[in-house]
């Protein structure tokens, strides 16, 4: 599927974690996706995550025609150039820095921009959605961690925080910070548990205010009606939080997975910091019919121009924040500030 | 100490194993020394070499004005150039690839060029120099290692190797190896127990023949008369070596090491493989007198010159022969085959 867009946007998709594999690969290529944030790592600690980073250098190498990993704004606008999608490691938690400031530096150098504070739970440096509100950024390894992000050129993600640590790493990070997969809990409702990751209004609007931007997600428990979210309604949701905070602050971040066995649901539900789940498991979510796989990706931007939003518009909403966020994001502190100074 | 050198060559120590600290740095410059190749990792396995490579990105960082990370032989010339030392990282010992193929190009990334298959003993690898002499290199992780580093252009070094471990080691790799810090027992005589990781003749002929080069060592316990070895018999040694495998094998590498405590002994020498050491621990040896430092680097090439080498053959035995094995052998396989091609 084409779209009728007279100029294709660069698209890029702030969060995938899906099982590394070929076949995800062509459906990004299928979809026409430029760049994809993807997992390597949620509990894993140092050592388990150069098992993964291990596993994505032989994908990376047998898989060279469809994928390559990017490290800088630069290298994604090349390898989407080229027909391929740009590939930019993240984590979910910052648990593979264990208590050692020193392995932040460690994972840049092997390749890793991106890192959520914490996933739904307490951690070293910050808390999860799943715990009080008023829980932070920790005092002391949390705001090194975040320091440290800032030197280096890791981008700071919040997605799955809570509110206190979201407006605390916003504050406490000298660089703008990324909300890459969540949605406005004004505009879905909050009478579902699991969509306690969805940001208020007054979040979003500091976020953006410093220069971030939110991914909005088609993850079912945390879209208004869950799987059964029309892209109708998924567009209303962008055009309100456009109206929010402008629609230099808003991109995708689908949040989307495909590949694993049901057993991984427990993995990332409760690691290994808990026998049992805290919420029940009752298999994946379907995916909504309009947004089966990131071979759909056409079926959103056709929407956002049949809704009226202008060619500029999409290309931003599509990619051209995340490009933007990327870009100024991943250079290092030092060489950021003789660029701007230039 | 200046030489009276017409023109100063680089000088390249292909094995050195202190304690990371600035002290070491300073006698480097004060030395005239381009480039040393530095130990991260004997007995550490891969979580605790990654703080190992934190500490030492620290160090690069509070002393740039003295070193700086070399991963190629054009950094090498063009830190050398600058005046600062380039250091080079490798291992003694490949067991921070514990078990795990992948962890071969996981420390390449981080910036390692070359390892040492074993250090002493027998391990998944290879077998070192205190184990019987016909142990080689293990059929299948060995070979593969082998292979990986090959392919990614990191520098097989067998310097503590069975004899069979370095002939195997010469055989199986498709790319020139190092003995970077031995002597030849020819010259040396075999009547002290640790020299058995000196290097029999037809050894270091057949690695010569294989484009690999052998770094002499001032280590007081592989040397003829030990700490009393003169300088002259240093130079007895060196030119007896060029004259059995030519002048472009030979280089120096002096496995000088200092800043250490002498507790550091045990782990060397036993790891946590064994609760004693093999061998009776008597402290640290004594340098010889015209060694006691990298500040005494010039006396050496100063006894060369008065021994009646060219300057040629002075430039390559201090660092021009390893800078060629260097450059040639950290280029990944393919890039090589390209530029020997063109």
Known sequence: MTTSLARKPLLIDALQYNKPERARFKEWRDGGVGCVHVTLAIWENAR????VIGEWNRLLEHNADL???ATSGEDIQRIAASGRTAIVYGFQDTSPF???IELVEIFYQLGVRIAQLTYNVQNRVASGCWEPDENGVSKFFGRNVINEMNRLGMLVDVSH???RSCFDAIEYSSRPIAV?????????GTDIELNRRNKSTPLIKRLAERGGV???SMYPKIMRDGSNCTLDTFLDMTAWTVDLVG???VGLGTDYYDGWPESEIKWWRAGRWSRESAIPIKGFSAWPSWFQSSVDFPKILEGMAKRGFSEDEIAKIAGGNWLRLF???FAPQQVQAEASAA
Chains 1, 2 share one sequence.
């Open 247 to 249: 629609v230099d602050a």
């Open 48 to 51: 388990e995550t150069l098992a």
């Open 214 to 216: 939110i991914g909005l």
């Open 98 to 100: 264990e208590d050692d």
């Open 180 to 188: 890459t997969h969540a949605n406005p809990s004004e505009f879905v």
């Open 327 to 329: 870009d100024e994001s």
């Open 67 to 69: 994928v390559a990993l």
């Open 161 to 163: 925080c809570t509110e």
